[in-house]
């Protein structure tokens, strides 16, 4: 299993982040709090220079690659938006190139960041693996440095996030983290070993996207269908080994979210803070929502981790409960 960064390594890579954007804030929101029945805070990771808490990561991993001798001249990866956009804008800071591969029908307006933040873009396959593996064949083929979607380096940085976030909070009982390819749960988790806290850390999957919890029911990795059309940063087809390692021994437990509950949370949160959340950044609310008998009296953590949602499907959403 990879280990988890430490609270001194953590702490160093705030230097990092912070070099690039300031902390995060953390809101207990009263309506949202009324809403749930019990404190209820949210992580703003929507307020990052792109949008979501990813960047956290993609910035780590360029200063790991520069502290090490290892920066490229061009750097590919694969995403459905939020991990593109990261390592794009991380690359440029270090005037690194970078092409970022997109499945087909990818969301426009991600797509339109990627391009705005100096990536190169490639559209190829009709899911995030089917990009992954285009953009390890294109690294393999013309050599250049694949970054992948979960590594130490990666975890490292989001943890910056959580470290914030449990500082701020030290009375949370239980954080809810929703699970693309696993750095932000890994990265939770890091933070809570790290600080020796005792927050329980719930993953948080969609019900159209199984993999992570038909593979920690089975022990192994499990390949499993993507169907989900709103939460696209938690559309991922095969779970990462080193990743799963992690979770299975870390979280308290899983909660599945279909598209509907994410659907209800995304307005829930645009009405009781007025701000946007994409599919994958409302999902720790929905989370919530489900679990809310149980967490009566509680202090609650969820997180806005990301706000890159198209202007059209946010409409819809919207209009949807008009």
Known sequence: MTELPKLAQIEA?????YAAFGATPQYCWPTLSQRLGTACWVKHENHT????????????????????????????????????????????????????????????????AMRALGAQLIEHGHDFQAAREHA????????LHMVP???????????????????????LDVLYVPIGLGSGACAALAA???????????????THATTYADSMAAGCVV????????ADGMAVRRADPQALAILQNGLDHLVQVSDAQVAQAMRD??????????????????????????????????????????????????QAHA
């Open 13 to 17: 890579a705030t230097h990092t982040i």
């Open 49 to 112: 220079p792109v949008g979501a808490f990813k960047v956290r990561g993609g910035l780590t991993y360029f200063e790991h690659l520069r502290s090490t001798g290892q920066l490229p001249q061009t750097v590919i990866s694969a995403t459905r938006g939020n991990h593109g956009q990261s390592i794009a804008y991380a690359a440029a800071r270090h005037g690194v190139a970078c092409t970022i591969v997109v499945p087909k029908g990818n969301s426009s307006e991600k797509n339109a």
């Open 136 to 143: 390890q064949s294109m690294a393999l083929e013309q050599g």
């Open 149 to 171: 979607s979960f590594h130490p380096a990666l975890v490292l940085g989001v943890a910056t996030g959580w470290l914030e976030f449990l500082r701020a909070v030290p009375a």
């Open 192 to 206: 809570k070993q790290a600080l020796g806290h005792q927050v329980k850390v719930v993953g948080v999957v969609s």
């Open 223 to 230: 390949e499993a269908p993507v169907s989900t059309v709103l």
């Open 269 to 318: 949160l645009y009405t009781d803070t007025h701000n946007v959340a994409e599919g994958a950044g409302a999902a720790s609310f929905a989370a919530a929502w489900t679990e809310r008998e149980q967490l009566q009296g509680l202090v609650v953590g969820t997180t806005l981790c990301g706000s890159n949602v198209d202007a059209s499907v946010m409409s819809q959403v919207l």
